[in-house]
């Protein structure tokens, strides 16, 4: 079974321009998670989805971010026209059970190292 | 939502040494999972706790759930330097949050 999928796994965008990060889940999970993490700090909680709903987008910027995980196929978060800052590790995780139910675990992929330029 | 208060920051130990580290919230959660995180790499379950008052082991890992909810704890036994790395707690409910870790090295 494999685990979570992340690709790619570095990624170099210039200023200005589009970054499309996937997440392909655990077989039988169809809840993911969207965490960016910048170097030396924790994981900050982006998007919650299950599949074909956003189910809280608390943590997403307003503007240029935007998250989807389609009937098939993998998540995707999409940074529009992309600032230095955007640069960091963004992870995704999948959990076969939404985050309220009890007995839930979630996996995390390797993650996607943005490097704007 | 809130993050996780999770300490230690940071700690320096001597291998063979034990190492305890918790997280509390002012919130109630009914899960909580602990993780590390090596340099480069995306953050590996080590132990999940479903019930208050649980206490949970995965080889020289001991982690429990505080009865109130609100609280959990990590122990590693005689540490060993592959140790080493980043420690994060989760508590799960209505959102996932996350501790802002705490960075564990072992002086060989």
């Known amino acids: 079974n494999a685990g979570v999928m992340q690709n790619p796994r570095h990624l170099v965008r210039r200023r200005g321009q589009e970054a499309r990060l996937r997440c392909s889940p655990m077989k039988g999970h169809s809840h993911v998670y969207w965490y960016r993490q910048l170097p030396e700090e924790g994981l900050k909680f982006m998007v919650y989805l299950q599949k074909e709903n956003i189910i809280d987008e608390s943590g997403m910027p307003k503007e240029r971010f935007s998250a989807e995980f389609p009937k098939e196929g993998p998540s995707i978060l999409r940074i529009q026209q992309v600032v230095r800052g955007d640069s960091a590790a963004y992870f995704c995780?999948?959990?076969?059970?939404?985050?309220?139910?009890?007995?839930?675990?979630?996996?995390f992929g390797q993650g996607t190292r943005l490097t704007v330029v | 939502g809130q993050q996780l208060n999770q300490s230690p920051q940071s700690m320096f130990i001597q291998e063979g040494e034990d190492v305890s580290m918790n997280c509390t919230s002012s919130s109630i959660f009914n899960t909580w999972l602990w993780y590390k995180q090596d340099p480069g790499e995306g953050p590996v379950l080590l132990i999940a706790l479903y019930k208050a008052g649980e206490l949970t082991s995965n080889g020289r890992l001991t982690a429990q759930f505080g009865i109130t909810r609100k609280d959990s704890f990590l122990n590693i036994s005689a540490s060993i330097p592959s140790d080493v790395g980043i420690y994060f707690c989760?508590?799960?409910?209505?959102?996932?949050?996350f501790g802002a870790g705490t960075r564990l090295t072992v002086k060989p």
């Open positions: 995780a999948s959990s076969p059970r939404a985050r309220s139910q009890t007995n839930t675990e979630a996996f």
């Open positions: 989760a508590g799960l409910f209505n959102d996932m949050r």
